[in-house]
């Protein structure tokens, strides 16, 4: 009989603790839009993109990180400072999310109402700062070197039902003739160590696997440092992939230079198989 009446009472206290729970407002958070820096320095090149992430604070305060879009209850009402932070995959591994480093945040005010739902569209821009080096595939000259056991060169590409971007695209077709690809791109530029941020972009559209790597080279001294593999796609469909180069180049002090590397070599025997890249984008300040 005691735990007959102690049953109600927990069940008394606990219908009583939920009552008094605050009730939410709602925000729907949408996918990012990123948009020209109007006081950017240098060509930021197509802004191509997939900023699926965000980190939010309110007021001050960490709400959490958010695969966009989402939706999420916040506590309070009136008017609140909400501060967004563009995120990305990195190096496309998905259980890897961090704040990308080279986007501003969005920051604004808006006023919840309990029980009440608001929508955000967070925009953001490039750091006016930035340095981009691009191979878009747009000028005949394609800034890329090859290995002598490459079987092939890039193509730039035209074809309309695939390209998204600009005019062309970088074309890599293999097949059992030509089964292997080495380049290397040809930017010449000494990027910065010591920690520094240092990312490739690049958008990619792949049947067969292909490996990114870093070349890193002067003062006498030449490195091949293989990178992130892009892995090939059932259902072949353009894809932006955010690459973390610090670690590589800050670690080659003796190599002023660095260039990105991509090789690939037939999959699969007795098949014709194809990559696609396009807006290949060294950032870095």
């Known amino acids: 009989m005691k ?7 927990l069940a008394v ?9 605050p009730q939410a407002s709602w925000v729907i958070l949408e996918p990012w839009t990123l ?27 960490i709400l959490g990180a958010f695969e966009l879009p989402a939706k999420f209850p ?11 932070i563009p995120g990305v995959i990195n190096n496309g591994i998905s259980a890897t999310k961090r704040r990308y480093p080279f986007m501003e945040q969005y920051e604004v005010t808006r006023t919840l109402i309990k029980g009440d739902t608001i929508t955000m569209n967070p925009t953001t821009q490039y750091y006016e700062d930035l340095n981009f080096l691009i191979e878009d595939f747009e000028s005949p000259s394609i800034q890329f070197d090859y290995a002598n ?22 074309s890599i077709t293999l097949n059992n003739t030509d089964s292997l690809f080495s380049g290397v791109t040809t930017f010449g530029e ?14 990619y559209m792949n049947s067969n696997s292909m490996l990114t790597g870093v070349v890193s080279y002067g003062n006498g001294t ?11 796609q059932d259902d072949p469909e353009w894809k932006h992939i955010y690459i973390d180069l610090k670690e590589i ?5 003796e190599s002023p230079f660095a260039d990105m590397n991509f090789t690939a070599i037939l999959d699969e025997l007795d098949t014709q198989k194809f990559i696609y890249l396009d807006n290949i984008k060294v950032i870095y300040r």
Request: charge should be negative; charged fraction near 20%; aromatic fraction near 12%.
């Open 222 to 232: 030449y490195h091949e440092d293989p990178n992130i593999q892009l892995n090939p």
């Open 190 to 203: 000494a990027l910065p160590k010591q920690g520094a941020e240092v990312y490739l972009e690049l958008d």
């Open 35 to 61: 948009n020209d820096n109007p006081d950017a320095q240098n060509d930021e090149g197509e802004l191509s993109q997939d900023i699926s992430q965000a980190f939010v604070n309110m007021d001050g305060k």
């Open 3 to 9: 735990l007959f009446y102690f049953g109600i009472f």
């Open 249 to 253: 180049i800050s670690f080659r002090t």
């Open 149 to 170: 056991v490459s079987d092939m060169q890039i193509q730039r590409a035209d074809d309309p039902s695939i390209n998204q971007w600009g005019s062309y695209y970088g």
């Open 74 to 84: 916040v506590i309070g009402e009136g008017e609140h400072n909400f501060i967004i």
């Open 13 to 21: 206290l606990l219908l009583g603790c939920a009552k008094e729970q």
